[in-house]
């Protein structure tokens, strides 16, 4: 048995058996190894990552026959709690990069993986938390080729933190830009507004507040294939995430020089977040989400997108909130419940709940 | 100082220090109803109450007949200008 | 939501908004001279801009917005020594989320937070009392604020901080009373206000009584009101009926939430733990006598200021500041000199503009779109000067 030969039991598989994360597990060495092979590798499991190089190689050519253009985009997550209903920060960390390269018009194909682990972190979260990103890279379609892990000292990080890069390719004919906005467009979205925003706070155990809501965490790249096979002259899209859609609307605004008019009444939110956002003070066109792209399109493309988008999973409460006119320019409006209008603003730091 | 909301009581949590279930639009959250519990209205009679609940207190029962009133009020109103424009708009 | 939907009924805005222009051709008024409502209170500043009330009324009425805004008129001083208090090492500073962001002369608590100290936002202060059983070995210290609406919740927590026997939870009391300052609003000569849109909330919790004066000494309308925009457009539509047929009276178009003799249990928690300061300091409008809140002798083990020492310095707003003036009414918020300009959101240099319900605030996110517009346009105009 292994036991009896010295070289095989060197070069044992790793197998992980301290239950929490030490300084040595970032230090290069054996426990290393063992962390990336038994948590690491053993979850993400694909063919580019098992080469186990110190870089992860691509076949060009199969990457030009989808495309024109390389799209790449990097993000950081940092988010607290790490578990919350609907989702955890691997979920997060997959599925933003992912959406981020999705409303490119982009097809997404891989994934780096960075993480910056606190000691002390235990073991178990940390599979918890690859399992999730396996599965959200498989629900993506995407796989996760190479990555580093480092750990540092209680203190210098918050349980862990997360980078991802993602890449992928821009279709030969796919043109979206925030600019592109133009008056007669239609805005449109995939579904309710605030759920992430609004369980995040909810997972605050000091306001004490009992909610079922879950965060929309989800990959967005299927639905905007959809869309963009219905509609290739889709102009606009972003995913609303911190600043929630107030704020892509906001940004496209500004990129395009028009002025955006949504109508509050048309904007679908969900009973428990409206209730969250009520008794709180929280204004729900700012909360943030992770499973809605906004997309500004023309006009006479606007039934194919919504017949292309509900027939989706992701989209299946996809509706018109607004139009694209020329003044004013640079500004959001919102067409009140109540009949009168007023304009939506960038948020300035981050909304407080208020008791005024 | 005034974000107060309509919520609805649904359990009665700790009656000797006045605590109970809210209900607001499918969210729940624990809330001190001393102000609207006296000798006609004991605790354990407050349950499917709405009140108006301000920082985790109810601050007052909501009045449904008073709600229908108002809103009764605006409605007749709507009702009586109706009638007028159709009034006006038959006159040659 | 019920209770809560039916009073944002379009609909019924427009019935409202066609009976207030008839009203109005009888009653006189010219473009210098409008017809001046106030809203006293932040809470129906914040409904006002938020479901644009304003531009459904006539050009002849003008809201001006009132001084009810608790965390505005805050001094400077007094979040100073709520910042020098939650820098104490063994203490847990417990707030509303709204007051987290008020400029004291140094830093704000959210500031001081980031700084190190223990700054914990709740919902409610039974919240910090949680965390005094929780923390025995620390001091909680609720920064309490607010008028008299929230001033019940305040007394019937120090109530159950006293029958829990707790000697870890003290409150930072700023809490200030509505009359005086409607009062002294209607004393100030350069005011012309032709009726009053009164809070609500704090008529839940004193009755009607306490507004008697305004329509009985002063001759003025009033009317409680609740806060979904169709409340606020109805007590419009009163006063503005009150004006046309020469009235002054006191309405109650909340009767849904207001009983007339307000609530006895509320008054009565706030009897047993209150008392009025002789004198307390509004930021932006001086001392007003009779308007603060106390603590009283028998619950001074629950009382910060008598536990702890702080700087209480008086300081004074920045020069350029007009606060007081938005404040009393006096001017609107682009009126004020460094509005939008040196004075943001981002950067506020007083209250008006931190806290999400003063006038500022509301005018600069919401935007009254005629005004801010043409205030951009005029901005824009100046820095394309060579």
Not at chain 1, 80 to 88: E, L, N, S
Not at chain 1, 327 to 335: D, N, R
Not at chain 2, 52 to 70: C, D, N, P, Q, W
Not at chain 3, 241 to 247: H, M
Request: overall charge negative; charged content about 20%.
């Amino acid at each position: 048995m292994s036991s009896s030969n010295p070289k095989a039991t060197r070069r044992r598989s790793g197998i992980l058996t301290s239950e929490t994360i030490n300084m040595s597990h970032g230090g290069g060495g054996k426990a290393m190894r063992d962390l990336i092979e038994d948590v690491i590798l053993k979850s993400f499991d694909n063919q580019e990552l098992l080469m186990m190089e110190d870089q992860a190689r691509v076949d060009l050519s199969a990457l030009t026959k989808l495309g024109d253009r390389l799209a790449i985009t990097t993000d950081s997550y940092v988010v607290d709690p790490i578990f919350f209903a609907g989702g955890d920060i691997g979920k997060l960390a997959v599925c933003g990069t992912v959406n981020d390269l999705a409303v490119g018009g982009a097809i997404a194909l891989y994934l780096t993986c960075s993480f910056i682990i606190e000691e002390g972190l235990p073991v178990a979260d940390l599979r918890r938390i690859t399992a999730s990103m396996k599965l959200a890279a498989d629900a993506a379609g995407v796989k996760i080729i190479t990555g580093d892990t480092k750990v540092v000292d209680r203190g210098a990080a918050d349980k862990i933190f997360i980078n991802t890069t993602g890449i992928g390719i821009i279709p030969k004919h796919i043109n979206v830009g925030a600019q592109l906005a133009a008056p007669g467009d239609l805005v449109l979205i995939n579904g309710y507004i605030g759920d992430h925003g609004a369980a995040i706070v909810g997972a605050r155990g000091d306001l004490a507040i009992e909610n079922d809501i879950e965060s929309d965490c989800q990959p967005l790249n299927g639905i905007v294939e959809s869309l963009l096979a219905a509609c290739p002259q889709v102009h606009c899209m972003r995913d609303a995430t911190r600043g929630g859609i107030a704020t892509v609307l906001n940004e496209f605004a500004i990129s395009s020089g028009c002025c955006i008019k949504i109508d509050e009444a048309a904007i679908p939110i969900r009973t428990e977040v409206r209730g969250m956002c009520e008794i709180l003070g929280l204004d729900a066109l700012y909360l943030a989400n992770e499973g809605k792209v906004v997309i500004i399109l023309p006009r006479d493309q606007a039934s194919a997108a919504l017949a292309a988008m509900r027939n989706h999973p992701a989209g299946l409460h996809s509706t018109i909130i607004g139009e694209v006119f020329s003044t004013p320019a640079e500004t959001v409006i919102l067409k009140t419940v109540f009949g009168g209008e007023r304009i939506v603003d960038m948020l300035v730091g981050d909304q407080l709940p208020r008791i005024c | 100082m005034c974000l107060g909301i309509p919520g609805q009581i649904v359990e009665i949590v700790d009656p000797e220090k006045n605590l109970a279930k809210v209900a607001i639009s499918g969210i729940r959250r624990e809330v001190n109803i001393t102000c609207i519990v006296d000798q006609d209205h004991p605790i354990n009679s407050c349950l499917g109450e709405w009140v108006l609940v301000h920082v985790g207190f109810a601050m007052s029962r909501i009045e449904e007949e008073e709600a229908k009133k108002t809103l009764a009020l605006l409605q007749e109103l709507g009702e009586a200008q109706k009638e007028l424009d159709s009034m006006t708009s038959t006159i040659i | 939501m019920k209770y809560v939907d039916e009073f944002r009924d379009p609909a019924l805005a427009q019935t409202l908004v066609r009976e207030i222009n008839e009203l109005v051709e009888v009653i006189e008024f010219s473009k210098q001279r409008p017809i001046q409502l106030m809203e006293f209170c932040g809470g129906h500043t914040h409904t006002i801009f938020r479901y644009g009330i304003e531009q459904l009324l006539p050009k002849c009425i003008e809201l001006v917005h009132g001084p009810g805004c608790p965390v505005c008129v805050l001094p400077m001083g007094r979040v100073d020594d709520c910042v020098s208090l939650a820098q104490r090492p063994e203490v847990i500073l417990t707030t509303f989320g709204d007051a987290m962001r008020v400029p004291g002369s140094k830093m704000s608590l959210l500031q001081a937070k980031a700084d190190g100290a223990d700054v914990r936002m709740v919902y409610s202060p039974l919240d910090a009392l949680r965390l005094a059983h929780e923390n025995k070995n620390r001091e909680v210290i609720f920064f309490a604020l607010g008028f008299e609406t929230t001033m019940p919740s305040t007394a019937l927590t120090v109530l159950q901080a006293e029958a829990d026997g707790l000697d870890n939870f003290s409150l930072f009391c700023n809490h200030i009373t509505t009359v005086p300052i409607i009062e002294s609003i209607l004393n100030t000569s350069d005011m012309q206000l032709d009726g009053f849109v009164a809070p609500g909330h704090v008529s839940m919790v004193v009755g009607e009584k306490p507004f008697n004066f305004v329509a009985e000494k002063y001759r003025k309308p009033i009317v409680i009101t609740g806060f979904e925009p169709l409340d606020i457009l109805q007590s419009i539509w009163l006063l503005i009926k009150q004006i046309a047929e020469q009235r002054a009276e006191v309405e109650n178009q909340y009767a849904r939430v207001v009983a007339s003799r307000g609530n006895r249990q509320a008054l009565v928690a706030m009897e047993r733990v209150f008392e009025l300061r002789e004198f307390f300091e509004w930021r932006g409008l001086g001392s007003i006598d009779n308007s603060g809140i106390k603590i009283k002798d028998e619950y001074a083990r629950f009382d910060a200021e008598r536990k702890f020492a702080v700087p209480n310095v008086k300081i004074t707003d920045p020069k350029s500041c007009q606060c007081g003036d938005v404040l009393r009414g006096a001017i609107k918020p682009w009126q004020c000199k460094v509005f939008a300009g040196a004075c943001t959101p981002e950067t506020p240099m007083g209250a008006l503009m931190v806290s999400s319900e003063g006038a500022c605030a509301a005018y600069y996110n919401f935007g009254s779109l005629p005004e801010l517009l043409a205030l951009k346009l005029a901005r824009e105009k100046q820095e394309a000067l060579p």
